[in-house]
C-alpha cells in the first residue's frame, strides 16, 4: 500500500472514485498508523488508523471523512487513538458490542477491503444497496436490540415493497437483504468483548426463508429480431452497445460495465478479463467474434475515455442498464435484465453443440473437479472458433443480415 506525507494538497490530490474500483488505501510517512481511504465507487475520502493487536487481529477505527475534519485535528485525534493501541487498549472493544447496523455496516466492510478475505467491489456494493435499501428504519438501531420476529416481518415487508414496484415477487431480494444482515451480524458478534457478548444472531430462520425458484428468462429465438431491431435504435450508443456486448459475449454485468480499454486487446482480438473483476476470482481472456470486434474498434474511435462504456456516473462508466432495457421493453414488450442476456448466450451457444467443457469457459464457468477436466486447457485461441459459431448463431436469430 503507498505511503506518502499526507499534507491537505495531497490528499486532494487522492483519486476518489479510486481507479481500481476499490477502496485504496494512502498510509502517512510521519504517523505510522494513520491514513486516508478512498472509496472505489464515490468520491468519499476518510481518515483512519489501523493497529495489529496482540493475537493477530488487525483493527481498523474511523476518525471521521476528510470533508468533515481538518487534517491537522484528525492526526491528533489518531494519535490519541495509537496511544490508545500501546496502552493494550482496544479502542472498539468496549462499544463493538452496542454497534448500530449503520457502524457496524461500515466497519465490515472496511474489515472486507483488505487482506485475504477481500470482498470482490459488485459484492461491497450489493451489501451496501442491499441494507441501506431494504434495512434503512434500522441503520440506527444497536444490533442487540433486532428480534427475530424484526427479522421475519421485515422479510415479509421487503417481498411486498419489490414486488409494488417490479415484475416480480421480491423473494430473492428479501432473502439476500437477510444473508447480508446475517453476515454483517455474525461480523461483530465474533468480535464482540467477552464481558459484552452479543445474543444469537436473529438470522435464524427456518420455515420463514423464501423459496426461489431459479430463473430461466430468455429472449426467445422468435423474439430476437424485434429485440435486436429495438437495442440498435436506442438513442444512447453507449447502451446499444453495451447491451449488444452482453448479448455477444455472455458476459456478466458488472464485467462488461466496468471494462477499461486496458483490458481490451485489439491486436490480439481478446478481451483480457482480470481476476480481481471476475467472478470466483478467475482470469477471462475471451475472443472476440466479429461483431464484438467491430463494434470495439467503432468504440475506440470514439475517443480515449478509460472505460470503454463512459457515464457521467460516480464511477465513470454505465451502472445499470434497467432504463435501456425498459425503452426496449416499451418498444417490444419484451421484458428482460442483463442477467437474462447472459441466460440468452448460453442457450444460443449450447445450440451450437459446441462441448460443455467449451460452453464453460467461454462464460467463465468452473470446469470442475475431474481428473480429465483438469487436464484441459481451454486458452484463447482455443474458444475463438467457438466464440465465432455462437456469434453466427446470434446473428441469425437476430435476422442480421449485414452488419
Known sequence: ????????????????????????????????????????????????????????????????????????????????????FYKGLDPKAGRRGDSTLRSALEEYLSARAVGKDVLRPGSAAYYRDSVESHLSSWLDLPLRTISQPMVEERLTKIAAEVAKRTDHPGHAVANGAMRAFRAIYNFIADRAPSSNPMPPNPVKLKKAWFKVAPRTR????????????????????????????????????REAAALRWDEVDL?????????????????????????VYKMLVARRKLGDADWVFPSISASGHIEEPKFPLKLVADATGIHVSAHDLRRTYIT??????????????????????????????????????????????????????KQ
Open 1 to 84: 500500500m503507498p505511503r506518502i506525507k499526507l499534507t491537505v494538497k495531497a490528499i486532494e490530490r487522492l483519486p476518489a472514485p479510486d481507479p481500481s474500483g476499490r477502496q485504496a488505501l494512502h498510509w502517512d510517512t510521519e504517523l505510522r498508523g494513520f491514513g486516508v481511504l478512498c472509496s472505489g465507487k464515490t468520491a468519499a475520502k476518510t481518515y483512519i488508523v489501523q493497529r495489529d493487536l496482540p493475537g493477530g487481529l488487525t483493527r481498523r477505527v474511523t476518525v471521521a471523512p476528510v470533508n468533515v475534519l481538518d487534517l491537522d485535528t484528525a492526526r491528533e485525534r489518531a494519535t490519541g487513538i495509537i496511544g490508545d
Open 348 to 401: 444460443a451457444a449450447e445450440s451450437t453443440d459446441m462441448s460443455v467443457l467449451a460452453l464453460k469457459a467461454l462464460v467463465n464457468h468452473s470446469l470442475g473437479k475431474d481428473v480429465t477436466e483438469g487436464y484441459v486447457q481451454m486458452n484463447a485461441e482455443r474458444l475463438r472458433e467457438p466464440a465465432q459459431r455462437v456469434a453466427d448463431r446470434l446473428k441469425k436469430l437476430c435476422a442480421i443480415r
Open 218 to 253: 430468455i429472449v426467445k429465438a422468435e423474439e430476437l429480431p424485434a429485440f435486436y431491431k429495438a437495442v440498435t435504435a436506442l438513442p444512447s450508443a453507449v447502451a446499444r452497445d453495451y447491451i449488444l456486448l452482453l448479448l455477444f459475449t455472455g458476459l456478466r454485468r
Open 267 to 291: 491486436k490480439e482480438k481478446i478481451i483480457r478479463l482480470p481476476a480481481a473483476r471476475a467472478k470466483a476470482g478467475r482470469a477471462l481472456d475471451l475472443p472476440m467474434s466479429d461483431v
